[in-house]
């Protein structure tokens, strides 16, 4: 099994910036994407950013140019950084990986880190 810890969270205002980080342990094989995913109260998950394993990025349109999503393949890590945030940008971030060992596919979530924008 894979195991996902993410870390970074906690309370900023409005306009400021946090880094968010996962890593991943475990069982891993081979990374394929690695992402992140949030959540707002009353909310459904939403996606925020994914990198593949060729380095290729996919982002919300919505936070294009303010989230830059980058790995670190050597260490198990994905990271997020968030700037000019915003109150609407409070949620709960979930980081998400998938990969393949011994030819057999899994993915795995984080537990989760709670960001809030607030002045």
């Known amino acids: 099994q894979v195991q996902l810890v993410e870390s970074g969270g906690g309370l900023v205002q409005p306009g400021g910036s946090l880094r968010l980080s996962c890593a991943a342990s475990?069982?891993?094989?081979?990374?394929?994407?690695m992402g992140w995913y949030r959540q707002a109260p009353g909310k459904e998950r939403e996606l925020v950013a994914v990198v593949n394993s060729f380095g290729m990025t996919n982002y919300a349109d919505s936070l294009r140019g303010r989230f830059t999503i980058s790995r670190d393949t050597w260490k198990n890590m994905v990271y997020l950084q968030m700037n000019s945030l915003k109150p609407e940008d409070t949620a709960v971030y979930y980081c998400?990986?998938?990969?393949?060992?011994?030819?057999?596919?899994?993915?795995?979530w984080g537990q989760g880190t709670l960001v809030t924008v607030s002045s």
């Open positions: 998400k990986m998938t990969g393949r060992r011994l030819g057999n596919a899994w993915d795995a």
């Open positions: 475990g069982n891993i094989g081979s990374i394929n994407t």
